[in-house]
């Protein structure tokens, strides 16, 4: 006799992540035109960043915490913890890149804004759908 575990409907996951996906995408886009109108550059090497980029990047890389957050639902044994902690420490790395840039200090303060903006809404609203 084989013991088979199954694990909690990931729709509400996925629903619940997708939409903080999308809140996230927004608020960092308005966050990056509110810099923009208060006069601080979108520019990093010499390029500058479209507020719609913002919002793109922050939906892609939201969708691939979401992912991380189902592998997790699926295999470690205290999902929310383990989803917690590696993706506050992915947040901490993802400024690295910021404070490297080469940018204005306001433009870097922006990009790392930008970064805690998205991660302080995907990653309760995910965390809040995990078992603990």
Known sequence: MSVTTTAAPAQPLVTGGL???AVAA?????????GEFAGISLVVGGTP???????????????????LALVLARSARRPRTAFVRTTI?????????DVLADAS???????MLTHVVAAAIVI????RRLSA
Not at 49 to 67: C, D, E, Y
Not at 124 to 127: C, H, N
């Open 19 to 21: 939409n903080a996906a």
């Open 26 to 34: 927004a608020a960092t886009a308005t966050v990056a035109a509110a």
């Open 49 to 67: 960043i479209p507020v719609f980029g913002f919002a793109v990047l922050t939906f892609i890389f939201s969708v691939v915490g979401l992912v």
């Open 89 to 97: 420490a992915l947040t901490a790395l993802s400024l690295v890149p």
């Open 105 to 111: 200090a306001t433009t870097k303060v922006l990009l």
């Open 124 to 127: 309760p609203a995910v965390a």
